[in-house]
């Protein structure tokens, strides 16, 4: 698969922690990912840690590297992670199944890995549940299955209304259904509703993203999510555009359509809390990903999974038959490790969270980085005032905004 994870330092096989990272425990939320590594089909712009039965071959046969024995793999991952954590009374805030395509699992296997964490850790009252889902994934009875069994926020993997364009994504699902599951979603008593789109895929005019975004505002979502097209190395996209075969995103494209969601968002009730992300009220906002911007707990289950703890950040092997067997010996499903130091924490703060509607505390700045903020209000980038927000054209150029704050 084309993402590659990172070298990192030897992981204790026993998945032990250092004492000084479980003793931070409890300071800040905790929350669980768990990632379902399967697809019914590989989309062409795609480099997650995902995989096709096809890909897969007879290695899917192999116990808890298919989809059939996926849940119990990631429930002893579950117990696995409850016994290194120790005794701690932590409860879990936030959960998150995504992949992949999570929905293809049974109903009853994510319910399942669900009850689990609740066993293990127990949930803060006001437990976010998440699930993504692709809209041909489920049905009425799958989503009420889901409701009843915990989960209580969706994230629909809309990406586009226009036919052509999910062609070019190699979208199976006919755009039609995605206002019919958020309907059954509504009716089986989902709190919260959320949409994906992409924009500035090869083909997209105008008229086709703003037809998309009219489309995703029709089903009333209570989130979006609308994320620019990145043409990752090594997927079939990449491949396509080095034959010529499509156009590479244009940056101006890209950034009329970033300005024409955020009308269309801010028209329809729903306000920015992070560069790609609207909700339409405080309440709506991704917790779980909340957490990861600004550095809370969290443990990743399933292959290539990431996990962070006091510090100490961890992944797991990434293909699902070595981490099957992991698994299934009993021992760390992690590949390797990074402890942390303050500089690192320091500058992964600037780069997320200059990224926040919340912003970024100008005490977070070294010198040199503070020297740059005058510069920045003047042309527009970010606001007045402590912590550092951004612009309107802030937004749109963020990553030069974060290098200009990390000289």
């Given at each position: 698969m084309p993402s590659v994870l990172p070298e990192g330092d030897p992981a204790p096989v026993?998945?032990?922690?250092?004492?000084?990272?479980?003793?931070?425990?409890?300071?800040?939320?905790?929350?669980?990912?768990?990632?379902?590594?399967?697809?019914?089909?590989?989309?062409g712009y795609c480099d997650f840690n995902t995989y096709t039965a096809t890909e897969l071959g007879r290695a899917g046969d192999a116990p808890g590297a298919s989809q059939a024995t996926y849940a119990d793999a990631a429930i002893a991952e579950i117990r696995f992670a409850r016994?290194?954590?120790?005794?701690?009374?932590?409860?879990?805030?936030?959960v998150f199944l995504g992949g992949g395509t999570p929905t293809l699992l049974p109903p009853a296997d994510l319910v399942r890995i669900l009850a689990t964490i609740d066993a293990e850790f127990g949930f803060t009252d006001d437990v976010e549940v998440t699930t993504e889902s692709n809209p041909d994934s489920v049905d009425r009875a799958a989503l009420a299955a889901l409701r009843e069994g915990g989960f209580n926020r969706i994230s629909f993997g809309m990406q586009s209304a226009m036919p052509h364009v999910l062609s070019v994504l190699d979208r199976t699902h006919d755009p039609r259904r995605v206002p019919q599951v958020v309907a059954w979603a509504r009716e089986a008593g989902f709190e919260e509703v959320s949409l994906d789109l992409i924009y500035g895929t090869p083909g997209e005019a105008a008229a086709d993203w703003r037809a998309s975004l009219d489309a995703a505002l029709a089903c009333a979502p209570d989130h979006v999510s609308a994320y620019a097209l990145i043409v990752e190395e090594g997927t079939a996209l990449a491949r396509q555009v080095r034959r010529g075969e499509v156009p590479m995103p244009d940056d101006d494209d890209l950034a009329d359509k970033y300005v024409a969601a955020d009308e269309a968002l801010r028209a329809a009730g729903l306000d920015w809390y992070e560069v790609s992300n609207w909700a339409r009220r405080p309440a709506s906002a991704c917790r779980h990903n909340v957490g990861y911007w600004t550095g809370s707990d969290w443990w990743g289950v399933g292959p290539g999974a990431h996990s962070h703890v006091g510090g100490v950040r961890w992944w797991n092997v990434k293909h699902p038959t070595a981490y099957a067997a992991r698994i299934g010996r009993g021992v760390s499903a992690?590949?390797?490790?990074?402890?942390?130091?303050?500089?690192?924490r320091r500058v992964e703060r600037v780069l997320l969270e200059t990224r926040l509607r919340s912003g970024l505390p100008a005490e977070v700045l070294d010198d040199a980085g503070r020297t740059t903020v005058p510069e920045l209000v003047g042309r527009g980038l970010v606001e007045p005032g402590d912590p550092l927000v951004l612009t309107m054209r802030g937004r749109l150029l963020a990553d030069a905004v974060v290098r200009d704050l990390l000289p």
């Open positions: 026993d998945g032990s922690l250092p004492a000084a990272a479980l003793a931070t425990l409890g300071q800040r939320p905790l929350g669980v990912y768990v990632h379902v590594p399967f697809c019914s089909v590989r989309c016994s290194v954590l120790g005794t701690a009374d932590v409860p879990v805030s936030t992690a590949q390797a490790r990074e402890t942390l130091d303050d500089e690192t």
